[in-house]
């Protein structure tokens, strides 16, 4: 009853309404004594809920990870007494604790921050010891994204925050430590900066202070890497490329059919029709964003392998071709120029339109020139450029028709 009480307190802390009454199915002390951890999973209508407890003696002083943050979750008698029970993942002493007992390491003291806090996971930076992922929500198999990590780590990709533990319980996750980032800026954010900085000052993007020009074409040397490693990892094999054009077409035709009328769509898929080639597809990063990179001061990491290959629409990894992740990462620029615009001006009176563009077709370019430079690449996409670009711009396309 006590533990199902701490539950229902943490389903509330998340503002979820259990369906019924929550059913613990697991309960481990991962820390004994004060302060001490508690993990427990149960069944929440179906679903497993995932929560550690800190454990803290009556007397002794919280801190939380933010201002204002409530972590309370109530009391717990056990054999060391009565403990103050607390959201462990927002506690600035007892998150980095549990890295280190994750790790079955010593604790010692240093910087943690929040980075994520969502349904899908808890996300905190423990500086130099490492950064601790907690998902809330556990699948009742391995997850497909924490599967790609670790695929990339052992396939040599140096991009990636390499996973120091799997925490695991029964083959599903639980969490994961991955090696510390440095000095980490998102690519989002940094695209947004240069966008901020080039609209500021306009005349032609490379001038701009914060130009992006350098980071993409090594954000794309990175990203070919990437889909290198995947084929390490996951092996390829071929398909005709006209069944990716009637793919991509039927999405474009569910969401807005309008946009297949626009001028030189036809053609271009005529095109790409007639090509009549057979390329590989791979298990691909899935939803390849600015969003999921980050550079550090020791170049461009991959820093969110989510949805570790899970195609929009589906439940299990699907393969397709790289080429694929390109244009998610090609309309992420789109998203960042248009963003910053709305927020620079909200009325459109300003004409931003031209340099966002300017802005666009520079730092396209340099991504395409660092992707398609990189050696071991054009087997996996082919060695026809024209095919390549048309390719990217059809499934670009289809990109946009689907939630940012």
């Known amino acids: 009853q006590a533990l199902r009480t701490l539950t229902e307190a943490w389903l509330e802390l998340r503002q979820v309404a259990p369906p019924s009454a929550p059913v613990v199915v697991r309960a481990e002390v991962l820390r004994a004594g004060r302060p001490g951890l508690l993990d427990i999973v149960a069944d929440v209508g179906g679903r497993l809920a995932h929560l550690v407890v800190g454990l803290r003696g009556v007397a002794d002083e919280q801190h939380f990870l933010r201002a204002g943050d409530e972590a309370a979750l109530g009391l717990l008698d056990d054999e060391t007494g009565l403990a103050v029970c607390t959201d462990a993942l927002r506690d600035a002493e007892l998150a980095p604790l549990l890295l280190a007992t994750v790790r079955t390491v010593e604790p010692r003291p240093g910087p943690v921050a929040v980075l994520r806090d969502d349904d899908d996971a808890a996300l905190i930076d423990c500086g130099d010891r490492g950064d601790l992922m907690v998902f809330p929500w556990v699948q009742d198999r391995p997850r497909p994204d924490v599967d790609v990590m670790v695929a990339l780590d052992e396939a040599g990709f140096n991009h990636v925050a390499a996973p120091l533990v799997r925490w695991v319980w029964e083959g599903r996750d639980l969490g994961v430590v991955q090696e510390p980032l440095a000095d980490r800026s998102g690519g989002w954010a940094l695209a947004l900066t240069s966008l901020r900085d080039f609209y500021a000052s306009g005349g032609a993007p490379e001038d701009a202070g914060g130009d992006f020009g350098a980071e993409a074409r090594a954000l794309g040397t990175m990203t070919a890497r990437m889909h290198l490693a995947l084929d390490r990892a996951f092996l390829r094999h071929p398909e005709p490329v006209a069944e990716w054009v009637d793919e991509a077409e039927d999405a474009i035709a569910a969401a807005d059919s309008s946009l297949l009328d626009a001028p030189g769509v036809s053609d271009l898929v005529k095109w790409l029709r007639d090509a009549d080639g057979r390329l590989p597809v791979i298990r691909t990063h899935g939803d390849f964003t600015l969003g999921r990179t980050a550079r550090t001061d020791q170049g461009w990491v991959v820093c969110d392998c989510a949805p570790g290959g899970v195609l929009a629409g589906a439940t299990a990894p699907g393969r397709r071709t790289p080429l694929a992740d390109v244009a998610d990462l090609l309309y992420s620029m789109h998203r ?47 060695p026809a450029r024209d095919l390549v670009r048309r390719l990217v711009s059809f499934l670009e396309l289809a990109r946009s028709v689907r939630e940012p």
């Open 336 to 382: 960042a120029s248009a963003v910053v615009a709305a927020e620079r001006d909200p009325t459109g009176r300003q004409g931003l339109a031209s340099l966002g563009q300017a802005w666009e077709a520079r730092n396209r370019r340099a991504f395409m020139t660092g992707y398609l430079g990189t050696a071991g690449i054009g087997g996996l996409v082919g």
